[in-house]
Every structure is written in structure tokens, then in C-alpha cells.
């Protein structure tokens, strides 16, 4: 009896211990913690997320505000009067070339011997020939596999001149006794200047909806554990159960803050759109600019203004002056307006939000404990409070109790473990 009781006791007392520790482990999963003990977990950890990610998606942004700049700068005027448009490609003057060259341009190649053009490229570098421009190298590359080395002369970076100046022409038909230089341009200059609003309103739409959707997936990522969980505290089921009422408030909140911002851009948009297609407003007050541009133009150009021609290729310089002003203008203010609206202003919200002060989305009394989990810490604490007592009895067996030979349990369970292998 005493054998099997001196066997029995340590097993017993395993037992008791397994059942404490995984009481105690319990316990501290659901240990009692205040509203605002939990919020400001939440809120630290928010913060702190912001400001990892944030770096990443500011990269982001500036990179598709780049592809909109370029796709802006590399407009080509085209044809604007009735008829069939020629995509017959061709440079002015390889000076005005040089001048708007930069790392980034697309262009045209002209192929030897054949004079066939290639699909578009895009410039990764020049050097430029002092002696002859003509044969300044450009660098391109057309895709991760293939670039290429090309002379500037058989580079081309806008639709061939002749055909944008016949246009003109054309749209100066109805002029009268007056010679072609004596003609009103500015309604000329209103056609080009819709036609490349055509072509910037589809670019902004195309990179807001993008700038759009890098804002969802990055306050998406603040809100999400490195397991992709719901919640930053997935380690805790309770802690996620009682912060989800102010999880979602704060998302709802940021999702409404996003629409705001998405409609005062496209509100950007449609101004940009009506300053060069209402005819009122298709002027530009950086008149130094503009002259300086036309001016520079016509000085480039050999050809007698005292012609038809010439009268005409002075309108033409005009529309490039003018539509150039338009591009620098255009790229910066909606550029400027999509990191206020949604990185400035994005920002200030959602620093706002976890405002404690504030209280926007911190209603304490959706985070009120779950009845049952306060039923189930105090209906542990009384187990472990049994379990202590049962642990202490337990030890004062162990070093009190004595038999008749005066020994404790632990020396008779070992004595007749020796005189049982003897």
C-alpha cells in the first residue's frame, strides 16, 4: 500500500501542476483590461505601422505621379481639322529637340535601310554631339530585353511638322483677304489646346483610379498583422473581439475620408479639363514664359513669315508654345493636388481618428467585456485558488506525513524499490 502510494503521489503531482499552468495561461489570455487600456494598445500599434509603410507607399505614389508626368510631357499635337489623321512622324528643330530631351521621353526610331519606325521607346540617356546635334547618341530601351544606341536624326519625338502645318492651313481657309500671319490664332490655338484636354482628362482619370486603389491597399496593410490577420492584436481572441467595433468604426471612417478625397480630385479634373476647352479660359498669365517659347521657335525656323507658309508655320509655333505652357501647368497642379488630398490631408484625418481626445471612433461602450468571459476568469481564478491550496497541502504530505519506521513517503518508496530488486 505504502509502495503504491509513494508511486502514486509524483504522478498526482504532475498532474496538479498541468492544471495550474494551463489555468494561469488562460487567465492571462482573458486577464481584465480597461477600454482605454486596449485603445491605446491599438492606437500605438497603428501609429507605429503608419510610419513603417509609409515610406513604401510615398515611393509609389511619386512613381505613377512620374508615368503621369511623362505621358503629359510626351503629348504629340496632332491633327485637328476634318480629314484622315497621318501618324507620319518627324522633328522641327533638333535644337528644341535637345532643349525638351530628358531620361524618360518616348520617341520613334527610324530603322536603315528600310525608314520603317519601330513601336515606341523610351530614352535612358544621351550624349550629346557638340560639333554635329544630328548625331548625338540616344539611349533606349524598348523593354527589360532590348535597348539600343541611336542617332538623334533618326530619333523623332513628335508627328511629322508638315502635316500639323497643312492642318492649319486648313482651318484657315475661311480667312478672307486676310494672308495667314494676319489671322485670329487663338481660335486655332483652342482646337489643339481641346484636343490635348482629350488627352490629359484620360491620363488623370486612369492615375487617380490607380492613386485610389495604392490608398486602399496601404491603409489596408496598417490595419493587418504580418499574417494578413484583421486585427494588429491576433494573438489575443478577446482583445480582437472588443477592438473590432472600433476597428470597423475606423475603417468606415477612412473608407468615407477616401470617397471625399476622391470626388475633390476628380472635381481637380474637371477644372483642369475646362481650362483648355472653354474658350474663356484657354489663356495662361505666364505670358514671359510663353513668349520666350514662341520666340525662341521662330528664331529656329528658316522659313519667310512673309508667305502663306511661313504665316501658318508662326501659328504652329504658337500652338507648341502654348500647349507646352499647358503640359508644365497641367502636370503640376494635378500632381500637387494629389499628394495634398491624399497624403497631406489623408494624413491629418487619420492622425485625427486616433486622437484619444477626440473620440470619433472610440465608443467605450461597444468595448464592454463579454459576460461570459468575466464568468469564465472568475470560475478560473476560484480553480486556481483551489489548485494553489491542493499544491500546498500536497508539499506538507510529502515533507510531514511519517510512518511507523520513520520515514517519508519518498525514502519507503524508495527503500522498497531497492528490497524488491533484491
Known amino acids: 500500500m505504502l509502495l503504491h502510494l509513494g508511486n502514486q503521489l509524483p504522478k498526482a503531482y504532475d498532474v496538479l501542476l498541468e492544471a495550474r499552468k494551463k489555468t494561469e495561461a488562460r487567465l492571462d489570455l482573458i486577464q481584465e483590461r480597461k477600454p482605454m487600456e486596449i485603445i491605446h494598445l491599438l492606437v500605438q500599434e497603428l501609429k507605429e505601422n503608419y510610419q513603417q509603410e509609409k515610406d513604401r507607399y510615398f515611393d509609389c505614389v511619386r512613381k505613377h505621379l512620374e508615368t503621369f508626368y511623362f505621358d503629359i510631357k510626351n503629348f504629340f499635337i496632332t491633327q485637328v481639322a476634318p480629314g484622315d489623321r497621318s501618324r507620319s512622324m518627324g522633328n522641327d528643330d533638333l535644337e528644341d529637340v535637345l532643349d525638351d530631351l530628358e531620361i524618360g521621353n518616348y520617341c520613334y526610331l527610324k530603322i536603315q535601310p528600310t525608314n520603317e519606325f519601330v513601336s515606341r521607346v523610351t530614352v535612358t540617356g544621351f550624349e550629346i554631339d557638340s560639333e554635329n546635334i544630328a548625331d548625338t547618341k540616344i539611349s533606349w530601351r524598348k523593354d527589360e530585353a532590348k535597348t539600343g544606341v541611336t542617332p538623334l536624326k533618326d530619333c523623332f519625338f513628335s508627328f511629322n511638322p508638315n502635316i500639323i502645318i497643312k492642318d492649319i492651313q486648313a482651318l484657315t481657309k475661311t480667312r478672307s483677304f486676310r494672308n495667314v500671319a494676319h489671322v485670329d490664332r487663338q481660335f486655332i490655338i483652342e482646337k489643339y489646346a481641346s484636343d490635348f484636354a482629350d488627352h490629359y482628362l484620360s491620363?488623370?482619370?486612369?492615375?487617380?483610379?490607380?492613386?485610389?486603389?495604392?490608398?486602399?491597399?496601404?491603409?489596408?496593410?496598417?490595419?493587418?498583422?504580418?499574417?494578413?490577420?484583421?486585427?494588429?492584436?491576433?494573438?489575443?481572441?478577446?482583445?480582437?473581439?472588443?477592438?473590432?467595433?472600433?476597428?470597423?468604426?475606423?475603417?468606415?471612417?477612412?473608407k468615407s475620408h477616401r470617397s471625399l478625397m476622391k470626388e475633390k480630385l476628380k472635381d481637380t479634373i474637371t477644372m483642369l479639363y475646362e481650362h483648355n476647352t472653354e474658350n474663356?479660359?484657354?489663356?495662361?498669365?505666364?505670358?514671359?514664359?510663353?513668349?520666350?517659347?514662341?520666340?525662341?521657335?521662330?528664331?529656329?525656323?528658316?522659313?519667310?513669315?512673309?508667305?502663306?507658309?511661313?504665316?501658318?508655320?508662326?501659328?504652329?509655333?504658337?500652338?507648341?508654345a502654348f500647349i507646352k505652357t499647358q503640359k508644365k501647368y497641367v502636370?503640376?497642379?494635378?500632381?500637387?493636388?494629389?499628394?495634398?488630398?491624399?497624403?497631406n490631408t489623408r494624413e491629418k484625418e487619420f492622425l485625427g481618428l486616433l486622437d484619444l481626445g477626440s473620440g470619433k471612433c472610440f465608443d467605450i461602450e461597444l468595448m464592454k467585456e463579454n459576460p461570459k468571459v468575466k464568468n469564465?476568469?472568475?470560475?478560473?481564478?476560484?480553480?486556481?485558488?483551489?489548485?494553489?491550496?491542493?499544491?500546498?497541502?500536497?508539499?506538507?504530505?510529502?515533507?510531514?506525513?511519517?510512518?511507523?519506521?520513520?520515514?517519508?513517503?519518498d525514502s519507503i518508496s524508495d527503500s522498497d524499490s531497492e528490497s524488491d530488486s533484491d
Open 331 to 343: 502636370t503640376e497642379v494635378f500632381s500637387r493636388e494629389a499628394v495634398r488630398n491624399l497624403i
Open 203 to 254: 491620363k488623370m482619370n486612369a492615375t487617380l483610379a490607380v492613386l485610389v486603389e495604392e490608398d486602399k491597399k496601404f491603409y489596408q496593410s496598417i490595419f493587418s498583422s504580418p499574417d494578413n490577420a484583421a486585427s494588429c492584436f491576433n494573438e489575443d481572441l478577446e482583445i480582437n473581439k472588443r477592438l473590432m467595433p472600433v476597428i470597423k468604426a475606423l475603417k468606415k471612417a477612412l
Open 376 to 409: 469564465e476568469r472568475a470560475m478560473l481564478m476560484k480553480r486556481l485558488d483551489i489548485l494553489k491550496s491542493s499544491e500546498r497541502k500536497f508539499l506538507e504530505i510529502r515533507s510531514e506525513v511519517k510512518i511507523e519506521s520513520g520515514h517519508s513517503i
Open 280 to 320: 474663356n479660359l484657354v489663356f495662361t498669365t505666364n505670358e514671359h514664359y510663353l513668349n520666350n517659347l514662341t520666340q525662341k521657335m521662330i528664331q529656329h525656323d528658316k522659313t519667310s513669315a512673309s508667305t502663306d507658309l511661313g504665316g501658318a508655320r508662326m501659328i504652329y509655333h504658337s500652338v507648341r
